[in-house]
């Protein structure tokens, strides 16, 4: 019952969307709302309805069947419903019509052809992904008979982390479709002063801006404590899908910022908004369709992936057509001074947009080179080590002074004064880690000097409350000033020890004894497993912690996995994963001392908090917008 | 990443049995004595594809040929080759694709170049900007 | 001059979604990568046999027919399930076949070629997978196609099924 009503309320979605489609030219304020929400119920209702069969274990959907087990626990149960490529774009849907809805709430009198014909686009995007699902990848297709158990879920991805993950990402990308609409209608009508367009588009960018952050952090943040490998960022396909329209919709929340302060930079603003969408379109379903992740990949349906490729033809072409001939009318003759605030956000933006060129560049080339030569080359972790990251690096220096710079044009001799105190306060701090740590990579300086300055020149203008300038701004680059701490700290410092080790063997790691006091065989509810104890002391044999790694083993998939077991403070991590063996020869063993690591995490929630004060700003002037 | 992992499993199941071990990638027995050959050994590993894993280099994988390739790199290193020696060894078997890091070649050139020419075209578009407000 | 410039954005995106067509539209078979050995002599090795009593030494196997080169390892699934065409190969067309028996258990083998059996003329032990990887293999099963002047001519990723047995039936049938 539930799958059928389920596949049905998809269907009234489609009939929804088109209707909206068509509503929102005209000037029936009461259509458009009935298409408005009965897009939104009709998609709430099929998203919840596979829930549901996911929940009671309805194995008679084929999608339940192949992606969960009655022995699962509910929270991945109900996760089970977006871990899969059917369930997930349910879930993209319902996404989507949220942000038609609050697109359609912004409403006025002023703005009625604008968002009109944003929710013109909006709906068009819609009734692409939802005619996608239903043709290509139905999540409540049936199976008859029906089997007794599912085929069960994979235990890797049976993480809080991870469940959450996917949703948050698809809120970001979903948002910078409000974006991709909000200038497309823009370019369609005359260049209108009084609707200040980049305001709603700047809130909906910032939203999907907060949701990336977190979304990727989140992915990070599983990497780190299931994989065990002890990285957090591999520079994966996967991974650079999430990371590009990150840095596109960062440079366009800057540049959003400049066009509402000055008045410039909207041309630019215009395009930035159509190719972060394209690009979140572009990497989300590329990877799945299985074109970039090359040699073994087996069992990946074509279809999907020309059907998407021809949507993605038609709302790239549409769109970019429309800015190369209509977004000359946006061009603006007030160009900037370096030395200002537009400035050097103007020169953030080129560089993070060399940057985002440049991940993509690595990510396609094989295929470039596929093509062209029939050659397979691999572009991996020190390709971008080489290149993305040193762009990144004037980046981050410029990013330390600009809010500090005035609007329009900046005195030169005042910049060294207002300057100064971020430069000494970096360097002794600098001094101070050096000297105590004493050691002298080259990259490892670079990234303490660059955090210190980030941090030390948002603090201080944190503490001198100057005005006009955004606190959520100061605050989430504060977080991005720590953020470079960690991951400085956790890249070039991470020491590792491999050992055989034996029941009441010891090993030292930095300033710690590690001594392996035993092992247990306990049962978790769908796997049993082989735990680790560790007693760590340290040199004046202080017992610090007890560390406890499993070594898992899922029956249901025959599935192993390790679980690494991490003791953490402010100074660094203690990264401990038992791998195979027996009491007569010992463990293998795998210890990570990772410094740092903590401030990542405390880094991405300074961002995110930095993101909400934003928003929260934002939304109050949207309101005096729209009343 | 999902969908790595997703594949090393699949991998797994469908062609070698015996993936389903928990093994580490560098294993102890693995180990070179001399820290300094092993470092060697780690940093060419870094850079060397895991052909049958996505995008992980055999210093991060447990997969079989992992193993294998890594214990050859650190018996070459004993046996006193050199880097660029054990590169073209591995080079001559498996092709480009086995580094991570593409060789410089013509069919790379736009790979290793156009960074830097986005990078003068970013300089090029704020300079202009900047000179034209003078 | 401006003016002109406003359509790059959508000509690089016509470029990349053409190149992405591309790569949808043609059959990309993930089995049958190009080996860096193609077009190259068969790599030199010798070893143990498990069929005969003195040693397997490639430069002398190789060179005067058309040998089909053929990965494999009792513990390998897929092995057994192309082992039937291996069959064919020997049985049917009359080829000499050159089975590499992968990190594998000697006993083992012997009893898996007795029970499916035994359609190699020769075959060289691979104990600890260097041969595999002169060879430039990913993981087995892999066959190659070696001409009769010992060059390498093709090489399969994975397990012979219908399709490839009549593929390489075709290219040896050029060969010869």
């Given at each position: 019952?539930a799958?059928?009503?389920?596949?049905?309320?998809?269907?009234l979605?489609?009939?929804f969307?088109i209707s909206?489609?068509f509503?929102?030219?005209?000037?029936?304020l009461?259509l458009?709302?009935?298409?408005?929400?009965?897009?939104?119920?009709?998609?709430?209702i099929?998203?919840f309805l596979l829930m549901?069969s996911?929940v009671v274990?309805?194995?008679s959907?084929?999608?339940?069947?192949q992606n969960?087990?009655?022995?699962?626990?509910l929270l991945?149960k109900i996760?089970g419903?977006w871990g899969?490529?059917?369930?997930s774009?349910l879930l993209?849907?319902?996404?989507?019509?949220i942000?038609?809805?609050?697109i359609?709430?912004l409403?006025n009198?002023?703005?009625?052809?604008?968002?009109?014909?944003?929710?013109?686009?909006q709906a068009?995007i819609t009734?692409?992904f939802v005619l996608f699902?239903?043709?290509?990848s139905?999540p409540?297709?049936?199976?008859?008979?029906?089997p007794e158990?599912g085929?069960?879920?994979?235990?890797?991805?049976q993480?809080?982390?991870?469940?959450i993950?996917?949703p948050l990402?698809y809120?970001g990308y979903?948002?910078?479709?409000?974006?991709?609409?909000l200038?497309?209608?823009?370019?369609?009508l005359?260049?209108n002063?009084?609707?200040p367009?980049?305001t709603?588009m700047?809130?909906f960018?910032l939203a999907a801006w907060?949701?990336?952050?977190?979304?990727i952090?989140?992915g990070?943040i599983?990497?780190?404590?299931?994989?065990?490998?002890?990285g957090w960022?591999?520079?994966?396909?996967v991974?650079?899908?999430?990371f590009?329209p990150w840095?596109l919709?960062?440079?366009l929340?800057h540049?959003l910022?400049t066009?509402e302060?000055r008045?410039?930079?909207k041309?630019w603003?215009?395009?930035l908004s159509?190719?972060?969408?394209?690009l979140?379109v572009v990497?989300?379903?590329?990877v799945?369709s299985g074109?970039?992740?090359?040699v073994?990949?087996?069992?990946?349906?074509?279809?999907?992936?020309?059907?998407?490729?021809i949507f993605?033809?038609?709302?790239?072409?549409?769109?970019l057509i429309?800015f190369?001939?209509?977004?000359?009318?946006?061009?603006?003759s007030n160009?900037?001074t370096?030395?200002s605030?537009e400035?050097s956000?103007?020169?953030?933006?080129i560089?993070m947009v060399?940057?985002?060129a440049?991940?993509?560049?690595g990510?396609?080339?094989p295929?470039?080179?596929?093509?062209?030569?029939?050659n397979k080359?691999?572009?991996g972790e020190?390709?971008y080590?080489s290149t993305?990251?040193?762009?990144?690096?004037?980046?981050?220096l410029?990013?330390?002074v600009g809010p500090?710079l005035a609007?329009?044009?900046?005195?030169?001799?005042k910049i060294?004064k207002?300057?100064l105190p971020?430069?000494?306060l970096?360097?002794?701090?600098?001094?101070i880690?050096?000297?105590?740590?004493?050691?002298?990579s080259i990259?490892g300086i670079a990234g303490?000097i660059?955090a210190?300055w980030?941090i030390f020149n948002?603090?201080?203008?944190?503490?001198k409350?100057i005005?006009?300038l955004s606190?959520g701004m100061s605050i989430a680059?504060?977080?991005?000033?720590?953020l470079i701490?960690?991951?400085t700290?956790s890249?070039?410092?991470?020491?590792?020890?491999?050992?055989?080790?034996?029941?009441n063997n010891?090993?030292?790691?930095?300033?710690?004894?590690?001594?392996?006091?035993k092992?247990?065989?306990?049962?978790?509810?769908?796997y049993v497993?082989?735990q680790g104890?560790?007693?760590?002391?340290?040199?004046?044999?202080?017992?610090?912690?007890q560390l406890?790694?499993?070594?898992r083993f899922?029956?249901?998939?025959?599935?192993?996995?390790t679980?690494?077991s991490?003791h953490t403070?402010?100074?660094r991590?203690?990264?401990i994963?038992?791998?195979?063996?027996?009491?007569?020869?010992?463990?293998v063993?795998?210890?990570?001392?990772n410094?740092l690591?903590?401030?990542?995490?405390?880094?991405v929630?300074?961002i995110?908090?930095?993101?909400?004060v934003?928003?929260?700003t934002?939304?109050?002037?949207?309101?005096t917008?729209?009343q | 990443?999902k969908i790595?992992?997703i594949?090393i499993i699949?991998f797994?199941i469908?062609?070698?049995e015996?993936?389903?071990?928990i093994?580490?990638?560098v294993?102890?027995?693995?180990i070179?004595?001399?820290?300094?050959?092993?470092?060697?050994?780690?940093?060419?590993?870094k850079?060397?594809?895991?052909?049958?894993?996505?995008n992980?280099?055999?210093d991060?994988s447990?997969?079989p040929?992992?193993?294998d390739?890594?214990?050859l790199?650190?018996g070459k290193?004993t046996?006193?080759?050199?880097?660029h020696?054990i590169y073209?060894?591995?080079?001559d078997r498996?092709?480009?694709f086995?580094l991570l890091?593409?060789?410089?070649k013509?069919?790379?050139l736009?790979?290793?170049f156009?960074?830097f020419?986005?990078?003068?075209?970013?300089i090029?578009i704020?300079l202009?900007?900047?000179?034209k407000?003078? | 001059m401006?003016k002109q410039?406003?359509?790059?954005p959508f000509?690089?995106?016509?470029l990349?979604?053409l190149?992405?067509?591309?790569?949808l539209?043609?059959?990309r078979?993930p089995s049958s990568?190009?080996?860096n050995l193609?077009?190259?002599?068969v790599?030199?090795?010798e070893?143990?046999?498990?069929?005969k009593?003195k040693n397997?030494?490639?430069?002398?196997?190789?060179g005067?027919e058309?040998?089909l080169?053929?990965?494999f390892?009792?513990?390998c699934k897929p092995?057994?399930?192309?082992h039937e065409?291996i069959?064919?190969f020997s049985?049917?067309?009359?080829i000499r076949?050159?089975?590499?028996?992968y990190?594998?258990n000697?006993k083992k083998?012997s009893e898996w070629l007795?029970?499916l059996?035994?359609?190699y003329?020769d075959?060289?032990?691979?104990?600890n997978?260097?041969?595999a990887?002169d060879?430039?293999?990913y993981?087995i099963?892999?066959?190659f196609?070696?001409?009769s002047?010992?060059i390498i001519?093709?090489?399969?990723?994975?397990?012979?099924?219908?399709?490839?047995?009549r593929?390489?039936?075709?290219l040896?049938r050029?060969?010869?």
């Open positions: 019952m799958p059928s009503l389920g596949n049905f309320a998809l269907w979605s489609l009939f969307a909206q489609f509503v929102s030219k005209s000037n029936n009461k458009i709302k009935i298409s408005v929400n009965g897009l939104l119920i009709s998609s709430l099929s998203f549901f996911y274990s309805d194995f959907v084929l999608n339940v069947f969960s087990h009655t022995t699962k626990p991945y996760s419903v899969n490529h059917e369930g774009m993209w849907i319902l996404v989507l019509t942000f038609n809805f609050f359609f709430r409403y009198k002023n703005n009625f052809k604008l968002l009109s014909k944003t929710l013109e686009t068009f009734i692409g699902t239903i043709i290509t139905n409540f297709e049936r199976i008859n008979p029906i158990n085929l069960g879920f994979n235990p890797i991805l993480d809080p982390a991870l469940a993950h996917p990402l809120i979903v948002g910078l479709s409000a974006a991709f609409s200038s497309v209608a823009t370019l369609n005359n260049n002063e009084k609707i367009w980049y709603y700047k809130t960018v907060i949701f990336l952050t977190i979304g952090a989140l990070s599983w990497a780190y404590y299931e994989l065990g490998w002890g960022w591999f520079w994966d396909p991974e650079n899908a999430s590009m840095l919709s960062t440079a929340l540049s910022i066009v302060k008045k410039s930079l041309t603003v215009l395009l159509i190719l972060a969408f394209l979140s990497g989300t379903f590329l799945r074109i970039l992740t090359s073994h990949t087996f069992a990946l349906d074509p279809s999907r992936g020309i059907y998407i490729l993605i033809g038609i709302l790239g072409g549409y769109s429309l190369g001939i209509k977004s000359k009318k946006y061009f603006d160009y900037l370096f030395f605030k400035g956000i103007l020169i953030n933006n560089l060399v940057v985002c440049s991940v993509f560049l990510t396609i080339y295929l470039l080179v596929e093509i062209f030569t029939n080359i691999s572009v020190p390709y080590n993305a990251v040193p762009i990144m690096i004037p980046a981050i410029v990013m330390g500090i609007w329009g044009k900046e005195d030169k001799s060294f207002k300057i971020g430069i000494l970096t360097l002794i701090a600098s001094l880690v050096f000297l105590i740590y004493q050691s002298y990259i303490i660059l210190f980030i948002n603090i201080i203008i944190l503490f409350k005005k006009n606190l680059h504060l977080g991005v000033g720590i701490l960690g991951i700290g890249s070039v410092w991470q020491k590792e020890k491999i050992a055989t080790m034996k029941i010891e090993i030292q790691i930095e300033n710690y004894n590690i001594i392996f006091e092992v247990n065989e306990i049962s978790g509810p769908n497993a082989i104890n560790f007693l760590v002391y340290d040199k004046k044999k202080n017992i610090i912690t406890k790694p499993e070594n899922y029956p249901i998939t025959n599935i192993f996995t679980e690494a991490i403070n402010l100074l991590d203690l990264y994963v038992l791998g195979e063996g027996d009491p007569n020869v010992g463990w063993v795998k210890i990570y001392f410094p690591v903590i401030w990542i995490w405390i880094g929630l300074i995110f908090l930095g993101g909400v934003s928003i929260n934002n939304l109050k002037k949207l309101k917008l729209t | 990443m790595r992992k594949f699949i797994s469908c062609m070698v015996y993936f389903l071990n093994s580490f990638a294993e102890p027995d693995e070179l004595q001399d820290a300094k050959q092993e470092l060697r050994a780690r940093n060419i590993s850079n060397i594809r895991c052909l049958v894993c996505q992980q280099s055999i991060e447990n997969a040929l992992a193993k390739l890594r214990i790199i650190r290193i046996e006193g080759k050199k880097d020696e073209k060894f591995l080079t498996y092709g480009d086995i890091k593409p060789p410089l013509l069919s790379t736009a790979l290793w156009l960074p020419v986005f990078f003068i075209i970013g090029a704020i202009s900007h900047n000179k407000s003078r | 401006k410039l406003l359509i790059i000509l690089l995106f016509l990349i979604l190149a992405f067509f591309y790569l539209m043609i059959e078979n990568l190009t080996s193609l077009n190259k002599s790599p030199k090795f070893s143990e046999s498990l069929l009593n397997f030494i490639s430069s002398e196997e190789f005067n058309i040998v080169v053929n990965f390892a009792t513990w092995c057994r399930d192309e065409y069959k064919r049985d049917e067309k009359k076949i050159v089975g590499i028996n990190k594998d000697s083998a007795k029970k059996g035994n359609p003329s075959i060289p032990i691979d104990k997978g260097r041969i990887i060879w430039g293999v993981g099963p892999e066959t196609v070696v001409n002047k010992g001519k093709y090489r399969h990723v994975g397990p012979i099924t219908k399709k490839v047995y593929k390489i039936n075709s040896i050029e060969l010869e």
